[in-house]
Nanobody
Framework: VQLQAYGGGLVQTGGSLRLSCAAS????????MGWFRQAPGKEREFVAA????????VYADSVKGRFTISRDNAKNTGYLQMNSLKPEDTAIYYC??????????????????WGQGTEVTVSS
């Protein structure tokens, strides 16, 4: 499976961005998808994840109520709608997909395929 994340950019505090993650070369719809981010000098951290059916989602406390993860299995694409952005949301955002069904969704090690990242910068 190849993943391509896009949609990042520069936005002011309080603004919105919608990230997309396009999958190809595999069966995207069967497995969970997650979004992670990595700020300069920090470790990669979990942002949000969604099960294959879209019926179950989980969010990091830092983004709960502001970000929404979704997926369109017919289009092999996942999304991360980010609203009320803050400077601390500045990071490179990565999408990831599991290669098999796993219970865990929060750790990077739970995912088998990764996109190249898209940069989000929130100015104050």
């Amino acid at each position: 499976v190849q993943l391509q994340a896009y949609g990042g950019g520069l936005v002011q505090t309080g603004g919105s961005l919608r990230l997309s993650c396009a999958a190809s070369g595999g069966t995207f719809s069967n497995y969970a998808m997650g979004w992670f981010r990595q700020a300069p000098g920090k470790e990669r951290e979990f942002v949000a994840a969604i099960r294959w059916s879209g019926g179950s989602t989980v969010y990091a406390d830092s983004v709960k109520g502001r970000f929404t993860i979704s997926r369109d299995n017919a289009k092999n694409t996942g999304y991360l709608q980010m609203n009320s952005l803050k400077p601390e949301d500045t990071a490179i955002y990565y999408c990831a997909v599991q290669g098999r069904i796993r219970m865990g969704l929060i750790l990077p090690s739970a995912y088998d395929y990764w996109g190249q990242g898209t940069e989000v910068t929130v100015s104050s």
